[in-house]
């Protein structure tokens, strides 16, 4: 009973981390509208989320091998549920974001590399693997109900409510909790790299901030840039500065492993070919999806006009595809090579995402949509299924900690460039074609051709067209002319939204360059149960 109840607080835990990711994409524009703010800044918060428990999940793994893994769960069950409760009364997104994006963030930073290696503390053998089942197939529905969860909380009560009820649920995890032993913890007690957390959180931090503003600054023909460096925008400067501080952060792991120091993670594990295509693979996934989840509600909610709750019902196809093709996936593995199977994933998600391009219209193609979504799905579920594996199997027991550890970095990174890149491409793409279009409308004359592209130089926000509509009008403009302009803006916005969908497929296209040291079976190991395969 004990157990029972062990594997009930932990598998309550891995679905209130994956349902928070998942459940807030379908309330874009409910958030836009509530916190009178735009489409870019709910991306910001959106990215900062994923940032920083990509920023910190290195760091969390070691301090919960430090203080215990137990109290490391319970201590960012804690934060978490606090941030959860911050969010739920956010009066301002400066506060969403302090509860949503860096509270939550830090709690999960915390959880969730305390959870595998619990899973493997407090089950043994047959029970392991039935744990570890669970475990996915929780993880699997959570990712499955987070759109229509959202979408219904969104449309007929409140996106606080998710919220509300993830306290809730982090107050049960938190009373079940005594029933989890802590996990075995082996060798002296390692101390926490300060100067490498610093370096490794500041460098990726830097990175995808310097995504996330190239839409604002420019890529390299300065916009709205704060400086202009050489008379180019200061996008690709914050960019490489981010690449210094993370190569001094692996310069720094260097010096610490060679005198003798705990660094904070063994960087070692990276030449290990398997290994590192794993995490190519997953940081790949992650960058796909996340970066489709993204555009996609902005087609349905803000072209269509569709409410939270349809919009989820329409994401539907993807998530339980995704759950169905994880799910049968570890079967493929018996009888096709790893490396075939996550191919076939790559190849599927590249071949959808161009289908859902053709699908962008100022009418749904209901049934090519959906299919189109549930073959997305299948492609990440079959490379769901087999990367995390090839992670736990490349290391023996005693480095699949920090495997893990680096196994759930590249996913949060992935899922922090997907949103930033993806809704770059889109702000960008969305400014560049209606300035386009404004200057070759012959039904607008060239004075307002230039005021309209002057205002709009420096970046459009991704806004419905009746709001364009009574911009228009409240500036005064004729009938014909704001006609006009609304007419150029719809088209520049399924230009864009077909862009950032193109960039997806390209990923998926790119992202088969790296699948080479995938293995064709996974290495038979007496010891790959002794630790924790993160979920």
């Not at 595998?116 to 047959?126: H, M, P, R, T």
């Not at 509300?164 to 649920?169: K, R, S, Y």
């Not at 840039?225 to 925008?233: C, D, K, Q, T």
């Not at 520049?492 to 790119?510: H, I, N, P, R, T």
Request: net charge neutral; hydrophobic share 50%; aromatic share 8%.
């Amino acid at each position: 009973m004990s157990r029972r109840w062990a594997l009930v607080s932990l598998a309550t835990a891995q679905f209130l981390m994956v349902l928070d990711q998942s459940v807030m994409n379908v309330s874009i524009s409910q958030l836009v509208e509530d916190f009178d703010t735009t489409v870019t800044v709910i991306q910001a918060v959106i990215t900062l989320y994923c940032l920083v428990m990509a920023m910190f999940m290195l760091t969390g793994g070691k301090i919960g091998y430090i203080i215990g893994r137990r109290r490391a769960f319970v201590v960012g069950l804690i934060i978490y549920g606090c941030g959860s409760a911050l969010t739920a009364v956010a009066p301002t997104v400066g506060i969403l974001a302090l509860g949503w994006s860096f509270l939550e963030g830090i709690g999960a930073a915390l959880v969730l590399p305390a959870m595998a290696a619990l899973i493997a503390g407090n089950f043994e053998g047959s029970a392991r693997k039935a744990a570890y089942a669970v475990i996915g197939g929780v993880a699997g529905a959570g990712i499955a109900v987070g759109p229509i969860v959202g979408g219904w909380a969104t449309t007929e009560l409140s996106w606080r409510v998710v919220f509300a009820g993830e306290v809730v649920l982090v107050a049960f995890i938190l009373l079940t909790t005594r029933f989890i032993a802590d996990a075995p913890r082996s060798g002296a007690k390692p101390r926490l790299d300060g100067v490498g957390t610093v370096l490794s959180a500041g460098g990726l931090g830097v990175v995808v901030l310097g995504v996330l503003q190239s839409s604002t600054w420019g890529w390299v023909r300065p916009k709205d840039s704060p400086v202009e460096p050489f008379g180019l925008s200061i996008t690709l400067f914050v960019i490489a500065f981010g690449g210094v501080l993370l190569w001094s952060f692996v310069q720094w792991q260097r010096h610490r492993e060679a005198t003798g120091k705990d660094p904070l993670v063994h960087l070692d594990l990276t030449k290990i070919p398997p290994l590192r295509a794993g995490l190519y693979g997953l940081f790949s996934q992650n960058l796909i999806l996340m970066g489709v989840f993204f555009v996609i509600p902005l087609y349905l909610q803000l072209v269509l006009g569709l409410d939270a709750l349809e919009t989820g019902i329409k994401m539907l196809p993807v998530s339980i595809t995704m759950f169905i093709s994880s799910a049968l996936g570890s079967r493929l593995s018996t009888r096709f090579p790893i490396r075939t199977i996550v191919r076939a994933g790559l190849w599927l998600t590249f071949g959808a995402a161009l289908v859902l391009v053709a699908t962008i219209g100022p009418q749904l193609k209901e049934a090519v949509f959906a299919v189109s979504m549930g073959l997305v799905g299948v492609g990440m579920g079959l490379m769901a299924s087999q990367l995390g594996n090839v992670v736990q199997s490349s290391v023996d027991a005693s480095g699949r900690g920090e495997a893990g550890g680096l196994q759930y970095t590249g996913q949060q990174l992935g899922s922090a460039l997907g949103v930033a890149l993806i809704g770059a491409i889109v702000l960008a793409g969305l400014t560049g074609a209606f300035i386009s279009k404004i200057e070759n409308d012959d039904r607008i004359n060239q004075e307002v051709a230039t005021q309209v592209g002057t205002a709009a130089g420096t970046g459009v926000d991704f806004v419905s067209s009746s709001q364009v509509e009574q911009a228009a009008q409240d500036a005064g403009l004729s009938r014909s002319t704001t006609e006009a302009i609304v007419d150029d803006y719809k088209e520049a916005q399924l230009f864009a939204l077909k862009a950032g969908l193109l960039a997806a497929a390209l990923l998926a296209l790119a992202s088969l360059a790296f699948t080479a040291d995938l293995p064709h079976k996974l290495p038979k190991r007496e010891d790959r149960e002794a630790e924790p395969a993160p979920t």
